[in-house]
């Protein structure tokens, strides 16, 4: 009787393993390739455009992606409007809503309701990176859009600034990436902005910043708090517009703009990763694209799941 009943929840956990891996199995790159063949070329123009008339798109694009997959897996929670945008690392700082809009748009007007808003915006994070200059990867693809977001998630499952190593490593590691990952990760700030209220403390009170870079960025972003609270700073002050390794570079000589990036090389577990991305860009890049797929295939929703928004900022009705 007992090796009955474990023989067959032995069965039971083998079926809900294998049912759990096909989730992330079911995304595929040839995922359109018969039912909307043109969306990822649409998708990159109008990526493109956006990112050529405004760099710093590319970066807020990229983001926006990383918030998605953070809060309840890919599945474009983040686009519905409300909710997990007031969420404390989202409220006044996340951007690049209208250019998803207008993708959408453009992807509706060649396949009615079949490219959900989640695949876009993995599509357009990969289409962003590529129009600066980074390297590019295959995106998996047949994710399906959430019914609902959760501002309570967005403020429990992404990092803060002020996270320790220790914090990173934990809170990459409950998405199922790993310290490498989180590492390769966080390359994503060498491009974009941060506001004084996010490094303020960092430039006045830390120790292990370089003083000439930690005066230049003092001069925009005033010592009290609550004044010039949203003056912006380049993540990477060598190359702010660029998708290269220089971000590696800067944390070597004490020139991370967030605590949250110099804690990554403050003689820590991941001091090696950071000069090895520092010293090779190759090494970095094939590192950030693994690390994008992976960051990608979070708890998608396939198949019947979900729906496939008609717009992203709002549920079917
Ligand atoms: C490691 C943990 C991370 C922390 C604590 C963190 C935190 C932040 C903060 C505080 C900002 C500035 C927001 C503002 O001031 O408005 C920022 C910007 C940015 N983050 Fe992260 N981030 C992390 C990881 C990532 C990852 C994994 C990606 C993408 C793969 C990413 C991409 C970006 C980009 C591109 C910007 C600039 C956005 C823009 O200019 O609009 N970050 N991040």
Redesign the pocket.
């Known amino acids: 009787m007992a090796s009955a009943t474990n023989s067959s929840l032995s069965l039971m956990l083998l079926v809900a393993a294998a049912m759990a891996s096909v989730a992330s199995a079911q995304l595929s790159a040839t995922f359109y390739d018969t039912s909307c063949p043109n969306a990822l070329s649409t998708i990159k123009s109008v990526i493109t455009a956006a990112v050529n008339s405004e760099a ?1 798109m590319g ?2 694009l ?2 926006l992606h ?1 918030h998605d997959c953070f809060v309840q897996g890919c599945d474009a929670s983040v686009l519905l409007s409300g909710q997990e945008q007031n969420a404390g690392p989202n409220v006044g ?1 996340l ?1 690049g809503f209208s250019v998803i809009d207008n993708a959408k748009a453009r992807v509706e007007a060649i396949c009615n309701q079949t490219v959900s808003c989640a695949d876009i915006l993995a599509v357009a994070a990969r289409d962003s990176v590529v129009a600066l200059g980074g390297p590019s990867w295959t995106v998996l693809l047949g994710r399906r859009d959430s019914t609902t977001a959760s501002e309570a998630l967005a403020n429990t499952d992404l ?3 002020s ?1 320790s190593l220790a914090e ?1 490593i934990g809170n990459f590691s409950r998405k199922g990436l790993d310290a490498t990952d ?1 590492v390769a ?2 390359g ?2 060498t ?5 004084c209220q ?1 490094f303020r403390d960092r430039i006045y009170n830390e120790t292990n910043i370089d003083s000439a870079f930690a005066t230049q960025r003092q001069a925009n972003c005033p010592r009290p708090t609550g004044s010039g609270d949203s003056n912006l700073a380049p ?1 990477d002050t060598t190359t702010p517009n660029a998708f290269d390794n220089a971000y590696y570079s800067n944390l070597l000589s004490n020139k991370g703009l ?1 605590h ?1 990036d110099q804690v990554l090389f403050n003689g820590g577990s991941a001091d090696n990763t950071v000069r090895n991305f520092a010293s090779n860009a190759a090494a970095f890049s094939s590192a950030f694209t693994t690390a994008m797929v992976k ?1 990608g295939n979070i708890s998608p929703l396939t198949g019947t799941q979900g729906q496939i928004r008609l717009s992203c900022s709002k549920v079917n009705s």
């Open positions: 710093r970066a807020s990229l983001r990383f700082s951007r990092p803060a600034p996270s990173l989180m990760l966080s994503a700030h491009i974009g902005q941060a506001q996010n993540l967030l949250s960051m």
